[in-house]
């Protein structure tokens, strides 16, 4: 079961990770070469990985493994993420949020993801085969010419064997004829060419160049000790390769390794009757083709389970049963001893595994196999010496869980190496120990008689169980050179690649001479080398860690319930209220000074009140101070960057000009204007819609553009920026804008402006006509530019977040839709009114301006109040009247006015007086009362009153209905008519009115 | 140890669903009327505060109240349940009883609250299918009887949300209309 607490964790980490994610692979769409980027999907990946797996989500983790499989080749310059590739990463992507999701609503995935699996796969794949070395893909049968990278291979077997026209001949005659071991050995040098560095080639070329010409055979190689040095030097760098690779992996899930237990056990069983079975050659070959089936099938299992020390024990044997294969259809006799040895090595290392208790016993007979084997082995080919090398890196690298497994093999692996020649006191790792030691028991290597390895042999020879099953605590004096490995092996990484390469070549080069070289190489073979070793390794690993910490840092966050947050704020909320109530104690106190000092009072007792006056005044003045910044810090609290919201966009836009086939530029501007959250989310679709308009019908085609003698790439601009305590938002567009005659006649046509009206209307009046609810919705519109497709819906979402919106469009030029938004929803700037008893609040952001006009100056058209301003007629709204309040105006022949802005039009709110600008708190009212009240909130005023805010946009439409029915009743009016009463004005140029 | 805590634990719940047979009751008066409400949904019971009203709300919303930094909407139990209005002088509408059903705090005027009475579960009558003190028995979770009065619970919930919402969708297009 999965932790639900974790997962609720996992959950918005991942979400954030795949955003990053999302980003990261535009980017790299953008510019593929980008390591910088790369390196941060990659991470992205791993983490998802690595949390899923700990969480026991097998689809996440299964998906983010490939991704993270394919990422390592894209890294390693071995795959390029062309744009089937990167649509590839976000289709998973995708699917991995979907999963997130699934996860989030119940606790489970369900999304199949086996699709995906496979288009990763053959990505991988088709990156994967051609220059790694066998241990993926289906190497054996598939190496030939028909490769992709055959080619490409052949040609890089040039460079690497310019001096060695033989050895070409043979590698080619390698890669295409079905001879794996050869194969193997030339791909692993290929592979290593690859990625070497120069150093590495140039040592490999050198070493190349001297190779004894002896190497006839109808085997590839010469010699084999000559051709298992080239494989060393190509196999350590190989290694330090995979190594890196496997730096990477981490604990497997369970349920897999328990599959692929079994699967191992049922083919094991079947193995070894099959290969007791063998007993000739004759009637081998067909029973021999069988096991190789099977074991390329417990190889493939292997090496979906990452366990490549495994595989390439698979490899060696494969190899191995073809070679005999080979010979036999050559007409050789062949025994099949080999296939005992493999068959029991594997057995034995299994049921250690299996088990995984070290017992002394146990450990013996593990050895003993190995030792018995190179023997058998050596006899059989030496080119099967190839896999041997990658389990020195494997087992340094084994970590995790199930790692033991892989370093099992590791161990066997090893003898299956027999280097005869490898006196490599530079190695210093235990398996090249064990390997020379091995090798030199059996009396193969021609090389260096040395004693010492067949002594480090014997005091080794515990070692392998050993480290298998407790690599922590080593016994000292066996073990300082397997320490080595074990501290450099979590380390190593990409970088380590180069610097492991070369480091065999000098050594292993010049053969007869190994000591020379390395004057510290003569005694303790390990030992003085581990120093130094670790030394090199260490700068490597540096560097690898350098990357990853300095992304990191900005990261730097706290996960904080929102809730939380929620109270803090509404604690603030509270002071701020409070201190208005200081501010207001402060007034009356100056007002009982003054009355004081109008009666004959006391002088002394006068100066006193004056001092207390005083003293409240700076008491409340600092109060003030502490409460804004505490108001302010919390506000920050709940702030993000908009480049959270602006981050979702790319993709979308992607999307959407891909699905029009249309050129898009987007260019982000002030991304890291800071937002509410709560505001963020709450603009998201809107901004969505927007930008959808904008690509769909905003933005012309490639060929449009170039006929209007455009760039033919569209250019769509988001910027954010703060103005005063709001935010602005803006999308732009280059596109054809939208004809606002068009706007103009569809409007009258659906009959909802006279043609009066319109003529009124000033360009930007009848461009927000687009934002009408009957407008947008219809058809009708496409045939316009297409803008204001749902666009009443993002009218009224922002307007929830009292902020505005504005459409500006130019035809042929382009379109700009600016929102305008309070930085936050929890307070806001707003103006108190009266409205008989009560005082309502009316937020600043829809006040346009407030007016004090004559009752006379009112006059009333088609039954509306309306008064004549210079800019035209206003629409005013008594709301006395609408609230059934008795006016509480003092000067009956004078209203004030409150200019506001709905969106489309203004409306002018008759109140009876104005008492001042505040910051208010908005509270929520039960949503009984809040939804088609026209009020939005509420909030507590300083004396602890409760005043309503009002809803401009909503309050002047329920009050329009309203007015529409009690009209349907005594008169008959057109509807429509009084939906839109058209009264509006601007009010941009000042006019007479009082401003308060 | 732990499992003797547990046993503990669990024995107290035992008990306490024995005493669940007992249940506490605010009784409150409207008019004649008696009522009862579980004191368990009872936040607390203030005086009447200045009301801020709502303007175009159904009648029976009398407004909302500041309590304690939080925006609480009153309502006036009389006109909800539509029982007879008190003649003058009389003491109308004295105390708020602030009530949580179904995680919404909503205030509500009665005119006294008399006492915290104690019943048995058992004692608590379905509703009567004809009407109560003028009651519609949807409002009426059940019935008892204490000291020869009729108490009646008054299921909240319907009170506060069915019949409500009804009328709020209505009071869209004004109660005017």
């Known amino acids: 079961m999965t932790d639900l607490s974790l997962l609720e964790d996992f959950i918005p980490e991942a979400q954030e990770h795949l955003e990053e994610f999302e980003t990261n692979l535009l980017r790299l769409e953008a510019n593929p070469g980008d390591r910088a980027v790369l390196d941060n999907i990659f991470r992205c990946t791993h983490t998802i990985k690595g949390s899923a797996e700990y969480l026991g989500l097998p689809k996440i983790a299964a998906l983010a493994h490939r991704l993270e499989n394919l990422l390592e080749l894209i890294r390693h310059g071995e795959a390029t993420p062309d744009k089937k590739m990167v649509d590839v990463f976000f289709a998973s992507r995708d699917r991995l949020a979907s999963l997130v999701n699934e996860l989030q609503a119940h606790q489970n995935e369900s999304s199949p993801i086996q699709d995906l699996l496979d288009k990763i796969d053959r990505f991988s794949g088709l990156a994967k085969n051609p220059p790694k070395e066998p241990d993926s893909g289906d190497d054996f049968l598939g190496i030939g010419d028909d490769l992709p990278g055959a080619s490409g291979l052949k040609q890089q077997a040039d460079e690497l064997f310019d001096g060695e026209p033989d050895v070409l001949g043979h590698l080619d005659e390698s890669v295409g004829a079905d001879d794996p ?7 692993m040098g290929l592979g290593s060419f690859d990625m070497g560095t120069q150093k590495a080639n140039n040592d490999m070329k050198k070493k190349d160049l001297g190779l004894p010409d002896d190497s006839k055979k109808n085997l590839s190689f010469a010699s084999p000790d000559d051709s298992a040095q080239v494989k060393d030097s190509i196999g350590a760098s190989a290694i330090a390769r995979l190594d890196a690779d496997e730096s990477f992996e981490e604990e497997y899930d369970q349920e897999l390794y328990g599959i692929f237990v079994d699967h191992l056990k049922e083919n094991l069983e079947l193995l070894s009757a099959k290969a007791s079975g063998l007993s000739s050659s004759q009637e081998g070959v067909g029973l021999l083709e069988s096991l190789v089936e099977v074991v390329a099938g417990l190889r493939q299992s292997a090496s979906y389970m990452d366990y490549r020390a495994l595989t390439a024990f698979y490899d060696s044997w494969v190899g191995q049963m073809r070679e005999v294969q080979n010979r036999i259809k050559q007409g050789r006799k062949e025994s099949f001893a080999f296939m005992g040895d493999f068959v029991s090595q594997l057995m034995v290392r299994f ?31 030496a080119p099967a010496a190839a896999p041997p090398k990658n389990q020195q890196p494997d087992k340094e690298g084994s970590q995790g869980l199930f790692d033991e497994l892989d370093a099992v093999f590791d161990s066997h692996a090893a003898p299956a190496a027999e ?91 010049p053969v007869e001479a190994p000591k020379a070289k390395e004057p510290d190489a003569t005694l303790p073979p390990a030992g003085p080398a581990l120093p130094q070793d670790a030394q090199t390794q260490e700068p490597a690993s540096a560097l690898q860690f350098d990357a990853s910490p300095a992304d990191r840092v900005v990261k730097q966050s706290l996960r904080v319930d929102s809730a939380k947050i929620d109270i803090l704020m509404n604690q603030v909320g509270e002071l701020v209220v409070s201190r208005a109530s200081y501010g207001q104690l402060f007034n009356d106190m100056r007002l009982f000074q003054q009355e004081l000092a109008s009666t004959d009072l006391d002088p002394r007792m006068l100066k006193t009140a004056r001092d207390l006056t005083f003293r409240i005044s700076e008491a409340t003045t600092a109060l003030g101070r502490v409460a804004n910044e505490l108001q302010e810090g919390v506000m920050k609290v709940r702030m993000l960057p908009i480049a959270q919201l602006f981050n979702r966009y790319p993709r979308l836009v992607r999307d959407l000009a891909q699905g029009t086939g249309k050129l898009v530029h987007l260019e982000i501007r002030g991304e890291e204007t800071e937002l509410d959250k709560m505001v963020i989310e709450e603009i998201a679709d809107p901004l969505i819609h927007i930008i959808r308009n904008a690509v769909d019908h905003g933005l012309e085609t490639a060929a449009q553009r170039k006929a209007a003698g455009k760039h033919p790439e569209g250019t769509l601009r988001l910027e954010s920026y703060h103005e005063s305590n709001h935010v602005v938002v803006e999308i732009i567009d280059d596109g054809k804008g939208i004809d606002v005659a068009k706007v103009g006649r569809l409007a009258l046509e659906k009959g909802l402006l006279t043609s009066e009206e319109l003529e009124r209307m000033r360009p930007k009046e009848v461009l927000s006509i687009i934002m009408m609810p009957g407008f947008s919705t219809s058809e009708q519109v496409t045939t316009t530019s297409g803008r204001g497709v749902g666009m009443d819906v993002v009218k009224k979402n922002i307007e929830k977040l009292n902020g505005t919106v504005e459409v500006d469009s130019k035809l042929g030029a382009g379109t700009r839709v600016r929102i305008k938004i309070p930085l936050t929803l929890a307070i806001i700037q707003a103006l108190l009114v009266r409205v008989g008893a009560s005082v309502y609040t009316i937020p600043l952001a829809v006040v346009e301006k407030t007016l004090r006009v004559m009752e006379k100056d009112i006059t009333t058209i088609e039954g509306v109040e309306v008064i004549q301003l210079r800019e035209g007629v206003l629409s005013l709204l008594r709301l006395t009247s609408e609230f059934k309040a008795r006016s509480s105006s003092q000067d009956p022949d004078r209203v004030y006015v409150v200019v506001v802005n709905t969106g489309m039009r203004q409306v002018g709110l008759v109140v009876d007086s104005l008492i001042g600008q505040e910051e208010v708190v908005i509270k929520p009212l039960v949503d009984y009362l809040q939804e088609q009240s026209g009020f939005s909130g509420a909030t507590i005023l300083g004396d602890g009153r409760v005043s309503l805010i009002l809803d401009a946009y909503e309050l002047v439409n329920l009050c329009m209905q309203r007015q529409t029915t009690r009209r349907d009743t005594d008169a008959t009016w057109e509807i429509q008519k009084d939906l839109l009463p058209g009264k509006s004005f601007n009010a941009s140029n000042g006019s007479k009115p009082t401003l308060h | 140890m732990q499992t003797s805590y547990f046993d503990i634990e669990s024995r107290g719940r035992e008990q306490e669903k024995a005493q669940v047979q007992l249940m506490q009751l605010v009784g409150f008066r409207i008019g004649k009327e008696l009522f009862g409400v579980d004191i368990l949904m009872v936040q607390e019971i203030i005086r009447k505060v200045p009301i801020t009203s709502v303007p175009n709300a159904p009648d029976f919303i009398e407004g909302v109240i500041n309590l304690r930094g939080g925006i609480i909407p009153i309502i006036d139990l009389r006109k909800r349940l539509r029982l007879p209005t008190l003649d003058q002088g009389q003491n109308a509408g004295t105390r708020i009883l602030i009530v949580t059903v179904d995680s919404r705090t909503t205030g509500f005027i009665v005119d006294s609250v008399t006492k915290v009475m104690k019943i048995q579960t058992s004692d608590i009558e379905p509703p009567p299918e004809i009407v109560v003190a003028g009651l519609k028995s949807k409002y009426i979770s059940g019935v008892c009887k204490i000291d020869g009065n009729l108490l009646i619970l008054l299921d909240f919930s319907q009170v506060l949300l069915i019949r409500e919402k009804e009328q709020l969708k209505g009071f869209e297009s004004g109660p005017d209309a």
């Open chain 1, 351 to 381: 049921s250690l595994v299996e088990e995984k208790v070290k017992e002394p016993p146990q450990k013996e007979p593990a050895v003993k196999t190995v030792e018995a084997k190179p023997a058998a082995r050596v006899q059989d080919s």
């Open chain 1, 181 to 187: 071991p050869a194969a193997q050995g030339g791909v």
């Open chain 1, 419 to 509: 280097q005869p020649l490898d006196v490599d006191p530079f190695s210093d790792d235990m398996d090249e120990l064990l390997v020379t030691g091995k090798a030199a028991k059996a009396e193969l290597p021609p090389k260096t008689p040395e004693t010492k390895p067949s002594a480090s042999v014997s005091e080794f020879d515990p070692a392998p169980p050993d480290k298998i099953l407790e690599p922590a605590q080593k016994a000292p004096p066996a073990s300082f050179s397997q320490d080595a490995p074990k501290e450099a092996a979590p380390k190593e990484a990409v970088p380590e690649k180069p610097a492991a390469a070369p480091q065999p070549l000098p050594s292993q080069a």
